[in-house]
Structure formats: structure tokens, C-alpha cells
Nanobody
Framework: QVQLVESGGGLVQPGGSLRLSCAAS????????MAWYRRAPGNERVLVAA???????NYADSVKGRFTISRDNGKNTVYLQMNSLKVEDTAVYYC?????????WGKGTLVTVSS
């Protein structure tokens, strides 16, 4: 059974940085396009960044230039490096495939940006 486990969230001040990790088990991880999504309070879950099996990336306009998605296929892990964090980046962050596989939603990891 495939599982995705997110980690690395926390409380950070505006302008700070965090690195999120998503560990996958039970799947041939390397063939999938992986993505990070987030759900801010009162909003729907939206795509933040995605990375193909070949390493091509795309980002939501709101995070371009600040966030970097990467993957380590040997470790079955996808990362999200978040720099210059803003209050509006506060959300629960999830990883999943792109397109989404509804069976893979995990608990997510909470990122709170506040002074």
C-alpha cells in the first residue's frame, strides 16, 4: 500500500525559511510526477509546485522565485525548500502525485508564518 508522509513544518517568522520533506513508500516512486499542495485556512487545497520524473518543475505564481521543489529518487523523497516566507504562506502542506491520486492524501504538515 502506497503511503506519503510529510514532515518539516513549523512556526517561522516572515522572511524565514523551512524545508519540507515527503517520504513515499510502497511504490515505484521515480516514475511519478510529484507535487506539493497547500490548504490555507478557509481556502481550498491548491497546487504549489510539481516535479516530473525527469526533474522538470513548475510553480504557482505566488511562490515563484521563493520556493524550490526537488526530489531524491534513491530515497523516495520529494522536498520543498521555502524561502522568504510570507504570512500568506501559512497553510497545511501536502504532497501527492500530479495529477492527484485521492488515495494518497496524508495528514500534511502545518506551516505557520507569523511574527
Amino acid at each position: 500500500q502506497v503511503q506519503l508522509v510529510e514532515s518539516g513544518g513549523g512556526l517561522v517568522q516572515p522572511g524565514g525559511s523551512l524545508r519540507l520533506s515527503c517520504a513515499a513508500s510502497g511504490t515505484i516512486f521515480s516514475i511519478y510526477t510529484m507535487a506539493w499542495y497547500r490548504r490555507a485556512p478557509g481556502n481550498e487545497r491548491v497546487l504549489v509546485a510539481a516535479i516530473t520524473s525527469g526533474g522538470s518543475t513548475n510553480y504557482a505564481d505566488s511562490v515563484k522565485g521563493r520556493f524550490t521543489i526537488s526530489r531524491d529518487n534513491g530515497k523516495n523523497t520529494v522536498y520543498l525548500q521555502m524561502n522568504s516566507l510570507k504570512v500568506e504562506d501559512t497553510a497545511v502542506y501536502y504532497c501527492n502525485t500530479d495529477p492527484i491520486d485521492m488515495r494518497l492524501w496524508g495528514k500534511g504538515t502545518l506551516v505557520t508564518v507569523s511574527s
